[in-house]
């Protein structure tokens, strides 16, 4: 997963629950997260990859959890953040804080699922604003639903790393293959 990031963000680590495949098991779980109004898959999720990672070197420093903020206007719609529950599961497992304000999510954009590989690959356009300071040296961990290409998370990536000094690290739910 790291290297999806190569020459696009500056990331600690990455990991990923599992992998997504279009049929099967995983793609099922996310959409009745999104879509069918099953918010407790996401904290589900986040305690199942939380046992995974309580032991793992590499996160053991995390101070802070961000979930991939979504637009004002689908929280309504859905009701929450699909990625909340799972981001908040991490922090407590990790000892770490959760903050869903540092980031947010400005103009409301085309669902990623309907857009094919050049479109959602475009990194020209954020839609993601930094609201908050970080202080330097502080360890964060982003955490979102499902990886693509990697552009979600490298865009929140860039606006974050407008905080000089921070670590970044990257979890999600699954990874596309």
């Known amino acids: 997963m790291k ?12 990991t990923s ?7 099967g098991v995983v ?4 959409h009745q997260l ?22 793992d070197p590499a996160f053991q420093e995390i101070d802070l959890v961000i979930p991939v903020p979504v637009h004002p206007k689908r929280r ?6 699909q990625v909340d529950g799972f981001g908040k599961e991490l922090a ?6 959760f903050r869903e304000s540092v980031l947010i999510k400005s103009r409301n954009t085309i669902n990623q699922a309907q857009l094919g590989q050049v479109k959602r690959s475009d990194e020209t356009q954020s839609p993601y604003k930094l609201m908050e300071q970080i202080a330097p040296g502080t360890h964060v961990l982003l955490v979102d639903d499902v990886i693509t290409t990697g552009t979600t998370l490298a865009l ?3 606006e974050l790393h407008k905080n000089p000094g921070i670590q ?6 699954a990874v596309s293959v």
């Open 3 to 14: 290297e999806l990031f190569f020459a696009r963000a500056d990331v600690q680590t990455a």
């Open 17 to 23: 629950l599992f992998y997504y495949e279009k049929i």
């Open 27 to 30: 793609q099922q779980l996310i």
């Open 34 to 55: 999104k879509y069918q109004g099953r918010e407790e898959v996401s904290a589900f999720l986040g305690k199942w990859l939380a046992a995974a990672l309580q032991n």
């Open 76 to 81: 309504a719609k859905r009701g929450y953040n």
């Open 92 to 97: 407590i497992a990790l000892g770490a804080r």
């Open 156 to 158: 929140c990536a860039k």
């Open 168 to 173: 970044l690290s990257i979890a999600t739910m």
